[in-house]
């Protein structure tokens, strides 16, 4: 720890962090990290597995909702268990007003925009990247991304922002909202709930709709497991759309659908 951390775990900052543990507290080979960003402290978990000093190994990283907090993306994205072979990141969200909820900022929360909260999130991400490059052996034509809800949309504006450094994503209850214009061809894989009702179906399909025209999808759709449908692109970007029956939720057989996307979609 820095010394700038260490001030702030003497005064109690750090330990505030919600939704983060202590190291002793953590499960098997997942390590809390500490990083001061602009004179913040951030904080995540991370997953290694012990081949990843050696090896090159995939990187995968994980945004929570609105609310949420690391340990609860740890728990929900799973991708330790999921995909223990792969390096697996579960970033901590500062207060942030949201874009449909908690309009004072009260809660945990991730910037919607380039240029929003200073574009802290994106810099925490960079500072989180850069140092798993010194910690570990992290293979550059692997590196992912999931999101839930407003991690979905943090997703979106990863693809938009640091889409050369991202090689497939898969956002969640989530649209692309402002970042759709910046958005370059990338495999997606897309999950939605019909009767969503903080992030309406509509929104979710119109983003859909679009990432499939900019990908040069396929009109037609072939089945790829339950609830999912495969969009073929002549470019090898092609998109899934995981929609389920419901709401505002992340649903059963999420993860392992992701983890097969993502291990057929390597960059080229």
């Known amino acids: 720890m820095n010394a700038y951390l260490r001030l702030l775990a003497l005064l109690g900052l750090v330990a505030l962090t919600p939704g983060v543990p202590a190291q002793n507290a953590l499960p098997a080979g997942v390590a809390r990290v500490e990083l001061a960003v602009d004179g913040v402290?951030?904080?995540a978990l991370v997953y290694a597995p012990a081949s990843a000093k050696t090896n090159r190994t995939p990187v995968v990283f994980g945004f929570h909702g609105h609310g949420g907090t690391a340990t609860a993306g740890l728990r929900e994205f799973a991708m330790n268990r999921e995909w223990p072979e792969a390096i697996s990141v579960y970033m901590q969200a500062l207060n942030t007003p949201g874009r449909f909820i908690d309009f004072e900022g009260k809660q945990s929360g991730w910037q919607l925009r380039q240029g929003h909260m200073g574009d802290r999130d994106l810099k925490f991400f960079d500072a989180l990247l850069a140092r798993l490059k010194k910690d570990y052996q992290v293979d550059e034509k692997r590196v992912y991304a999931v999101g839930n809800s407003?991690?979905?949309?943090?997703?979106?504006?990863?693809?938009?922002?640091?889409?050369?450094?991202?090689?497939?994503?898969?956002?969640?209850?989530?649209?692309?909202a402002d970042n759709l214009p910046a958005l370059k061809p990338k495999p997606v894989l897309f999950i939605g709930g019909e009767k969503d009702q903080r992030v309406k179906y509509e929104w979710m399909r119109t983003t859909m709709d679009a990432v499939r025209k900019l990908n040069g999808c396929a009109a037609e759709g072939a089945p790829w497991?339950?609830?999912?449908?495969?969009?073929?692109?002549?470019?090898?970007?092609?998109?899934?759309?995981?929609?389920?029956?419901?709401?505002h939720e992340y649903p059963k057989g999420a993860n392992a659908a992701i983890v097969r996307f993502f291990k057929e979609h390597p960059k080229k």
């Open 41 to 43: 402290g951030r904080v």
């Open 225 to 247: 497991g339950e609830h999912c449908t495969m969009f073929s692109s002549a470019s090898g970007t092609p998109v899934v759309e995981f929609i389920h029956a419901g709401g």
């Open 150 to 176: 407003s991690g979905g949309y943090f997703t979106f504006l990863l693809w938009a922002a640091r889409g050369e450094v991202l090689t497939a994503v898969a956002p969640a209850a989530s649209e692309a």
